[in-house]
């Protein structure tokens, strides 16, 4: 079923899209939906301040042997890492947000369709690896 919407959604992109079918057109309008997420991240912090970033070095301790690391707990690293973000984002900012992010998703989509890729195996694919490959692999 899922892989059904998947679809369904990437033919409907597919055939939305008019304007924008050359494959420069496309780089360009992802380049452009993904600095419209950042700002509608940005403008929550700056415009509106529901959420704040307080950054600091993340305290990762690497001085640890090898040994040590392989005994190390998810757990472990979620209570060591840090989003940076304080705060709740409101329901305003959400809503701009998620829209940028479904912006941004449109072109992403489009640009499968110009390559002939399939959006749901790239997710399946992704999803693979990263629960194939436990956080320390990604670190």
Same mark, same amino acid.
């Given at each position: 079923?899922?892989?059904?919407?998947?679809?369904?959604?990437? !033919?409907?992109?597919? @055939?939305?899209?008019?304007?924008? %079918?050359?494959? +420069? $057109?496309? *780089?360009?309008?992802?380049?452009? &939906?993904?600095?419209?997420?950042?700002?509608?991240?940005?403008?929550?912090?700056?415009?509106?301040?529901?959420?704040?970033?307080?950054?600091?070095?993340?305290?990762? !301790?690497?001085?640890? @042997?090898?040994?040590?690391?392989? %005994?190390?707990? +998810? $757990?472990? *690293?979620?209570?060591?890492?840090? &989003?940076?973000?304080?705060?709740?984002?409101?329901?305003?900012?959400?809503?701009?947000?998620?829209?940028?992010?479904?912006?941004?998703?449109?072109?992403?989509?489009?640009?499968?369709?110009?390559?002939?890729?399939?959006?749901?195996?790239?997710? +399946?694919?992704?999803?693979?690896?990263?629960?194939?490959?436990?956080?320390?692999?990604?670190?």
């Amino acid at each position: 079923m899922k892989d059904l919407i998947f679809d369904e959604y990437q !033919n409907s992109v597919d @055939s939305c899209l008019l304007r924008h %079918k050359s494959i +420069l $057109d496309i *780089l360009s309008k992802i380049q452009e &939906s993904q600095s419209r997420v950042n700002r509608s991240v940005v403008k929550a912090v700056t415009g509106c301040g529901c959420i704040k970033i307080k950054a600091e070095k993340q305290n990762i !301790n690497y001085s640890l @042997s090898n040994e040590e690391l392989d %005994k190390l707990t +998810l $757990d472990d *690293l979620d209570v060591q890492l840090s &989003s940076h973000l304080e705060g709740c984002i409101c329901e305003n900012c959400r809503k701009v947000i998620e829209t940028e992010i479904g912006n941004h998703l449109f072109y992403i989509t489009s640009l499968c369709n110009s390559l002939d890729l399939n959006l749901y195996d790239i997710l +399946l694919t992704e999803y693979k690896n990263i629960t194939t490959f436990d956080k320390l692999h990604l670190l």
